[in-house]
């Protein structure tokens, strides 16, 4: 599949765009947290792969729509993404000259188009089309990238697009377990081809091409592929509700059952600064964390039983500035006991290490927070001013828990 805003080594294998036509594959493994959170607990994923059940959802009129009907409306605003230059082949290897082929779709009448941001990497030249047979190449400009949420917007003369109409956009935040959902693309350079499935599960987080993470993910189990990258998953209106962007797999570079999909909100949200060509800004704490459950609180004696628990401060971050402490004391469960356990941003209740991630990501570069924290069983209050996100996590093979 094709697939692509708001450090240590990755816990994930992950191939990109120049090497599967765009696809990120993934090997299920630990899980990166965005922001420089990560969760090293336990996590396990099942999905039960099943036909879809039950009649076409009924769009607002009350009409029933079959995945015949939505493939030859909005299938037509599927486009065949192809990037060439410096970084559009293999980023394992630093990049290079190379090509990379994937997916996008038409979200308006002026031109503008959405992809994935590991599809167009560092290329130099891009084109979209929107005939079956790739043919009529048409000129694309990349107005915006952003890495952290794996989004790039596109460019093209809004005359080469008559006739196509864009495609609606839904929202993700209604997406139920269960839902019915079509995915459209370019799989292994077959245009324009349709798979179905459901939607798995929601609010996942996968890692992005910058080893941050991305939040409020959908699973499918509709077939993902290489060259599916950028493309639209619809839901049984004919909405797009995601851009599908990876799958999980157990080594194989082809559809697992276990597909991700960037909400479609995130896109809705950050569409107009990438448009401009603006960098999209975000807070930055400089922080490692994990989960803290029923079971690892009783393990390591902490004072209570939710929180974020710090495995790792970046060195010269803010949180490091702030003088927050990680752990030092590693256990048999993969963790590190001792650190600061963080229970509150700006009085906003802190459960786990997405709530941290959340928290974080949603405020801005410069800001003075203030963190509610655990050291020991003594609870105080810390005052940090945060950073601006850096374009990579930082590399620390050390961190416990990670390959």
Same mark, same amino acid.
């Given at each position: 599949?094709?697939?692509?805003?708001?450090?240590?080594?990755?816990?994930?294998?992950t191939?990109?765009?120049?090497?599967?036509g765009?696809?990120?594959?993934?090997?299920?493994?630990?899980v990166?947290?965005?922001?420089?959170?990560?969760?090293?607990?336990d996590?396990?994923?099942?999905?039960?792969?099943?036909?879809?059940?039950?009649?076409?959802a009924?769009?607002?009129?009350?009409?029933?729509?079959?995945?015949?009907?939505?493939?030859?409306?909005e299938?037509?605003?599927?486009?065949?993404?192809?990037?060439?230059?410096?970084?559009?082949?293999?980023?394992?290897?630093?990049?290079?000259?190379?090509?990379?082929?994937?997916?996008?779709?038409?979200?308006d009448?002026?031109?503008?188009?959405?992809?994935?941001a590991?599809?167009?990497?560092?290329?130099?030249?891009?084109?979209?089309s929107?005939?079956d047979?790739?043919?009529?190449e048409?000129?694309?400009?990349?107005?915006?990238r952003?890495?952290?949420?794996?989004?790039?917007?596109?460019?093209?003369?809004?005359?080469?697009?008559?006739?196509?109409?864009?495609?609606?956009?839904?929202?993700?935040?209604?997406?139920?377990?269960?839902?019915?959902?079509?995915?459209?693309?370019?799989?292994?350079?077959?245009?324009?081809?349709? %798979?179905? #499935?459901?939607?798995? !599960?929601?609010?996942?987080? /996968?890692e =992005?091409?910058?080893?941050?993470s $991305?939040? *409020?993910?959908?699973?499918?189990?509709?077939?993902?592929?290489?060259?599916?990258?950028?493309?639209?998953?619809?839901?049984?209106?004919?909405?797009?509700?995601?851009?599908?962007?990876?799958?999980?797999?157990?080594?194989?570079?082809?559809?697992?059952?276990?597909?991700?999909?960037?909400?479609i909100?995130?896109?809705?949200?950050?569409?107009p600064?990438?448009?401009?060509?603006?960098?999209?800004?975000?807070?930055?704490?400089?922080?490692r964390?994990?989960?803290?459950?029923?079971?690892?609180?009783?393990?390591?004696?902490?004072?209570?039983?939710?929180?974020?628990?710090?495995?790792?401060?970046?060195?010269?971050?803010?949180?490091?500035?702030?003088?927050?402490?990680?752990?030092?004391?590693? %256990?048999? #469960?993969?963790?590190? !006991?001792?650190?600061?356990? /963080?229970? =509150?941003?700006?009085?906003?209740? $802190?459960? *786990?290490s997405t709530?941290?991630?959340?928290?974080?990501?949603?405020l801005?570069?410069?800001?003075?927070?203030?963190?509610?924290?655990?050291?020991?069983?003594?609870?105080?209050?810390?005052?940090v001013k945060?950073?601006?996100?850096?374009?990579e996590?930082?590399?620390?093979?050390?961190?416990?828990?990670?390959?």
């Amino acid at each position: 599949m094709s697939a692509n805003q708001r450090g240590p080594s990755r816990p994930l294998s992950t191939v990109l765009a120049g090497i599967l036509g765009g696809l990120v594959v993934l090997l299920v493994g630990a899980v990166l947290i965005s922001t420089d959170v990560i969760e090293t607990g336990d996590t396990t994923r099942e999905v039960v792969n099943q036909p879809v059940v039950g009649r076409p959802a009924a769009d607002d009129s009350g009409e029933a729509r079959s995945v015949a009907g939505i493939f030859e409306e909005e299938g037509r605003g599927v486009v065949f993404v192809q990037a060439e230059g410096d970084g559009a082949g293999s980023p394992l290897d630093g990049g290079g000259e190379g090509t990379a082929t994937g997916s996008g779709f038409l979200v308006d009448d002026e031109g503008t188009i959405l992809t994935n941001a590991h599809v167009v990497e560092g290329s130099e030249d891009v084109t979209v089309s929107f005939e079956d047979d790739k043919g009529n190449e048409i000129d694309a400009e990349v107005k915006g990238r952003d890495e952290s949420t794996d989004l790039a917007v596109l460019k093209i003369d809004p005359d080469e697009a008559k006739g196509v109409a864009p495609i609606p956009l839904g929202d993700s935040s209604q997406a139920q377990v269960g839902d019915p959902v079509i995915a459209i693309g370019n799989p292994f350079g077959f245009t324009r081809t349709v %798979t179905t #499935g459901i939607v798995s !599960a929601v609010q996942r987080r /996968i890692e =992005a091409p910058n080893a941050f993470s $991305i939040g *409020n993910v959908i699973q499918t189990d509709a077939a993902i592929n290489p060259g599916n990258s950028g493309g639209p998953l619809l839901d049984g209106q004919g909405r797009v509700i995601g851009i599908n962007a990876q799958i999980a797999t157990n080594g194989s570079q082809s559809s697992s059952g276990i597909g991700f999909a960037i909400p479609i909100n995130t896109a809705k949200e950050l569409l107009p600064e990438l448009e401009k060509g603006g960098e999209i800004e975000r807070g930055y704490l400089g922080v490692r964390a994990a989960d803290v459950t029923d079971s690892v609180a009783e393990e390591l004696d902490l004072p209570v039983k939710e929180g974020a628990l710090i495995q790792e401060v970046v060195e010269g971050g803010p949180a490091d500035r702030a003088g927050l402490r990680a752990g030092d004391e590693p %256990t048999s #469960g993969g963790l590190t !006991a001792g650190g600061d356990l /963080i229970v =509150a941003i700006e009085g906003e209740k $802190i459960e *786990n290490s997405t709530d941290l991630v959340a928290a974080v990501e949603n405020l801005d570069p410069g800001q003075e927070i203030e963190i509610e924290l655990y050291r020991g069983d003594e609870k105080r209050t810390e005052t940090v001013k945060l950073g601006e996100r850096p374009d990579e996590v930082a590399q620390t093979p050390q961190l416990p828990g990670l390959p």
